[in-house]
C-alpha cells in the first residue's frame, strides 16, 4: 500500500516483506514497524532524500525510524517528520535546522534528545507525544515555536533554552502526578516574553525559578494548590531536593534553611507583578501570599529555637496570623470581633467609672452581685446591662471616642483601653487593606 505524505503524494516505494502481523496493510520499508528491519538500508533512505532534497522539502511523514542518531547533523532541508514514529531515542544533540522543522503528531517512544539544538526557523512540535521524557537543555529557539497539544507524561527539560521568539504551550498536556518534576524552565530566557503562551495547561509539577516570568503570559493555567486554604503555590516549595535537577533549590553554603526561600520567593515576585499587570489580583494575591511566607521562612538564626520563633512569633508570623498577609479581610474582621470580646470581659476586671452617675454604678467584678441586686428589673437584665455597658466602652475605645458612658478607669483600665486602640487601629488597618487588595479595580 502507497502511505500518503504531508504534501498529499504518495510514498511510491515498494512494499516491504515484513512478518505477518508486523503491519496492517503492506507498506514500504519506510513505514513499516517491523523491529527487525534494515537499519542500514532505512538510514540510506534518509540520505537520499536529504541530499535530492537540498535546501527544499525532505518529507519523511508517516516513516517508523528503527534508531535515530543524528548528533551534531546540520539539516540544510525543510523537514517534515510528521506523524513519525521513533522507536529508539531519537538522538538530535547538537543539531541545526536551517529552515522550518515540523514534528506534528509524531510518537517519540524513548526518550527525545534535543540539547543544544539551533532551529533557525519555525519548530513545530504541536500534537506529539514524548513518551519516556523531552530534553531541550540549552536549544535555541530562534522563530516560533509550538508545542500546542504535545503530551509531555515524563520529564520536560527546558533548562538553559533560548526563546528568541514566541513559543506557544497551549494545552500542553505536562506531567500530573503530585510527586515528580514534570516540567522545568530553570534559567530559560525569554527574549521576548509577551509571545509565550501557557493557555490551557497544567503547571502543577513545573519548575520556573531563575528564569523571568513577570511578563510571559500565563492563561488559565493551572497551578499547585497550597495546603488548607488552597491558594496557588509553586511546585519550588515542595519538589524533592535530592533531584539534581532541583539542585540550585538548596539553601546557599551556610545557611541554615532548608531550602533557597530567596530564590523562590524572587519567583513568587515576578508572577505577583505578571497577574497584578494583568489586573488579576486575587491570583497575583496567592503569589503575594507565597512571597511573604519565603520571607517568613527563611532565617539568618542557626539556633533552632530562634528560628522556631522567628518562623511562629516573627512580626510576618503575626502578619499571616492577622489577615494572611493582606489577603483575608475576613480574619481581621474575625479578629476585631474576638478583640471585642475580650476586652468587653476585661475592663470590669479594672474597673469601669460611671460619667456623671452614681459611683455604686461602677462595673467591677468586685460589686458585680451589688450590680444585680440593685437592677430595678432583676438579675438577667442586670447581667446584661453589666456586660453591655463594658461592650459599649470597648466598641467607643474600636471607634476612637473620647467621651464614654462608662470610663475606664485609671491606670489599669487607661493600659486597657491603649492595648485595644493598639490592637483595632491595627486590625482595621489590615482589613481595609485586605479588601483594597480583593476589589481594588
Known amino acids: 500500500m502507497a502511505m500518503a505524505m504531508s504534501v498529499g503524494e504518495r510514498c511510491g516505494q515498494p512494499l516491504y516483506n515484513a512478518l505477518a502481523g508486523v503491519d496492517e496493510e503492506p507498506v514500504c520499508l519506510m513505514h513499516s514497524r517491523d523491529p527487525n528491519k534494515d537499519k542500514q538500508a532505512f538510514q540510506q533512505e534518509i540520505e537520499r532524500i536529504l541530499e535530492v532534497a537540498g535546501n527544499g522539502l525532505a518529507d519523511f511523514s508517516g516513516y517508523v525510524f528503527p534508531e535515530a542518531q543524528y548528533r551534531g547533523r546540520k539539516f540544510k532541508a525543510k523537514c517534515l517528520f510528521w506523524k513519525v514514529i521513533f522507536t529508539q531515542g531519537a538522538l538530535f544533540t547538537s543539531s541545526n535546522f536551517s529552515q522550518e522543522v515540523n514534528f506534528t503528531g509524531a510518537i517519540f517512544i524513548q526518550a527525545a534528545d534535543f540539547m543544544g539544538v539551533t532551529f533557525a526557523q519555525e519548530a513545530i512540535f504541536a500534537e506529539a507525544t514524548f513518551t519516556r521524557g523531552a530534553f531541550f537543555f540549552g536549544a535555541t529557539f530562534t522563530r516560533e515555536v509550538y508545542f500546542t497539544a504535545a503530551r509531555f507524561p515524563e520529564f520536560a527539560d527546558f533548562r538553559a533554552a533560548t526563546f528568541l521568539s514566541g513559543a506557544w504551550y497551549k494545552e500542553t498536556k505536562f506531567r500530573k502526578d503530585v510527586e515528580q518534576i514534570g516540567a522545568v524552565f530553570d534559567s530559560a530566557r525569554f527574549e521576548k516574553p509577551e509571545k509565550v503562551r501557557f493557555y490551557k495547561t497544567h503547571l502543577e509539577q513545573a519548575l520556573f525559578h531563575n528564569c523571568d516570568v513577570?511578563?510571559?503570559?500565563?492563561?488559565?493555567?493551572?497551578?499547585?494548590?497550597?495546603?488548607?486554604?488552597?491558594?496557588?503555590?509553586?511546585?519550588?516549595?515542595?519538589?524533592?531536593?535530592?533531584?539534581?535537577?532541583?539542585?540550585?533549590?538548596?539553601?546557599?553554603?551556610?545557611?541554615?534553611?532548608?531550602?533557597?526561600?530567596?530564590?523562590?520567593?524572587?519567583?513568587?515576585?515576578?508572577?505577583?507583578?505578571?497577574?497584578?499587570?494583568?489586573?488579576?489580583?486575587?491570583?497575583?494575591?496567592?503569589?503575594?501570599?507565597?512571597?511573604?511566607?519565603?520571607?517568613?521562612?527563611?532565617?539568618?538564626?542557626?539556633?533552632?529555637?530562634?528560628?522556631?520563633?522567628?518562623?511562629?512569633?516573627?512580626?510576618?508570623?503575626?502578619?499571616?496570623?492577622?489577615?494572611?498577609?493582606?489577603?483575608?479581610?475576613?480574619?481581621?474582621?474575625?479578629?476585631?470581633?474576638?478583640?471585642?470580646?475580650?476586652?468587653?470581659?476585661?475592663?470590669?476586671?479594672?474597673?469601669?467609672?460611671?460619667?456623671?452617675?452614681?459611683?455604686?454604678?461602677?462595673?467591677?467584678?468586685?460589686?458585680?452581685?451589688?450590680?444585680?441586686?440593685?437592677?430595678?428589673?432583676?438579675?438577667?437584665?442586670?447581667?446584661?446591662?453589666?456586660?453591655?455597658?463594658?461592650?459599649?466602652?470597648?466598641?467607643s475605645v474600636m471607634a476612637f471616642q473620647r467621651e464614654f458612658e462608662y470610663a475606664p478607669a485609671y491606670p489599669w483600665g487607661w493600659l486597657l483601653r491603649l492595648l485595644q486602640l493598639l490592637l483595632s487601629s491595627t486590625l482595621i488597618a489590615l482589613f481595609l487593606l485586605a479588601v483594597r487588595r480583593q476589589f481594588r479595580r
Open 214 to 395: 513577570s511578563r510571559v503570559d500565563f492563561s488559565n493555567v493551572e497551578w499547585r494548590r497550597r495546603p488548607g486554604n488552597q491558594k496557588r503555590m509553586l511546585f519550588e516549595e515542595v519538589v524533592s531536593l535530592e533531584n539534581a535537577t532541583a539542585r540550585d533549590l538548596k539553601p546557599p553554603e551556610g545557611s541554615a534553611d532548608e531550602r533557597n526561600y530567596a530564590l523562590i520567593a524572587e519567583t513568587y515576585q515576578q508572577l505577583k507583578k505578571n497577574y497584578d499587570d494583568r489586573r488579576d489580583y486575587w491570583t497575583a494575591g496567592d503569589f503575594h501570599y507565597g512571597e511573604m511566607e519565603m520571607k517568613r521562612l527563611s532565617s539568618g538564626y542557626r539556633n533552632w529555637v530562634l528560628r522556631w520563633l522567628h518562623r511562629k512569633l516573627g512580626l510576618a508570623a503575626w502578619y499571616k496570623y492577622a489577615s494572611e498577609y493582606g489577603e483575608s479581610y475576613v480574619r481581621p474582621a474575625v479578629w476585631l470581633g474576638i478583640v471585642l470580646l475580650v476586652f468587653s470581659l476585661l475592663y470590669p476586671v479594672a474597673g469601669l467609672d460611671p460619667n456623671g452617675r452614681n459611683p455604686a454604678s461602677e462595673i467591677s467584678y468586685r460589686n458585680f452581685s451589688e450590680f444585680l441586686s440593685s437592677h430595678p428589673k432583676g438579675a438577667w437584665w442586670g447581667t446584661a446591662a453589666f456586660f453591655g455597658h463594658s461592650l459599649m466602652t470597648a466598641v
